[in-house]
């Protein structure tokens, strides 16, 4: 079956770096992903999301990158701020009518001051 | 108050009881669906709902009974509870896609323990 996945559990930067979350996944038939962060004590909330016919998206201090060639997800965080720290899932969902999402394991930021 | 809730926030259970995690959401959503959150596993799908009336298994059904007599309301149920269960359970919901957008919104997760 499908599986979306993360390259590292744990990532840790300065308060102002830019930081990169990676995630792959394995279904080429994948339309849509999504980028969720989930603080501690809380459920998981939407950051931004990508259609398959996309290569990049951008939101305010975020930015998602799609390759489909390899099959590869990118959140990049700009100017990663301590409120930024929290876990981060990547969840992809085939193309079909109401399939529900696959989620990766997560990666947790921890930005220090 | 608009939204989705979840309840009981914590609820600690014996081995063998049959326990109700509750979820309702106020936007009318069709989309209903039940996470588990377990370290290492990520969020692992347990049951879906595109309606009332309509509901599907998920990755990891097994032990875990849904309903969906009203749009707003999404039971899910541990007929007999055990530790392999205990678990943070996540409630979300979404409406149909309009401009193609699939994501979610979830509740604030039901931590149980069973013991």
């Known amino acids: 079956g499908e599986s979306v996945g993360l390259h590292l559990p744990t990532l840790s930067v300065q308060e102002g770096d830019n930081s990169i979350i990676n995630c792959a996944y394995s279904?080429?038939?994948?339309?849509?992903f999504i980028w969720y962060k989930q603080e501690s004590g809380k459920g998981p909330q939407f950051i931004i999301d990508?259609?398959?016919?996309?290569d990049k998206r951008q939101g305010q201090r975020v930015t998602v990158l799609l390759n489909k060639t390899v099959k590869h997800l990118s959140l990049q965080i700009a100017a990663t701020q301590p409120g930024d720290s929290a876990v981060y899932f990547c969840a992809e969902k085939a193309n079909q009518a109401g399939t529900a999402l696959i989620f990766g394991k997560g990666t947790t930021l921890s930005v220090s001051s | 108050d608009a939204g989705i809730t979840q309840s009981p926030r914590y609820k600690i259970t014996e081995t063998g009881r049959q326990v109700t995690l509750m979820c309702h959401q106020t936007?009318?959503?069709?989309?209903m669906f039940w996470y588990r959150q377990d370290l290492g596993h990520g969020l692992r799908l347990i049951y879906y709902?595109?309606?009332?009336?309509?509901?599907d298994k998920g990755e990891v059904p097994d032990g875990y009974v849904v309903s969906r007599s009203k749009t707003e309301n999404f039971p899910l149920t541990l007929e007999s509870a055990t530790r392999s269960q205990t678990s943070v359970y996540f409630c979300?919901?979404?409406?149909?896609?309009?401009?193609?957008?699939?994501?979610?919104?979830f509740g604030s997760g039901t931590r149980l323990t069973v013991v």
């Open positions: 279904n080429s038939a994948s339309d849509y």
């Open positions: 990508i259609r398959s016919n996309m």
């Open positions: 979300a919901s979404r409406d149909v896609p309009g401009q193609g957008n699939y994501g979610y919104t």
């Open positions: 709902s595109a309606a009332a009336d309509i509901t």
């Open positions: 936007w009318s959503h069709s989309y």
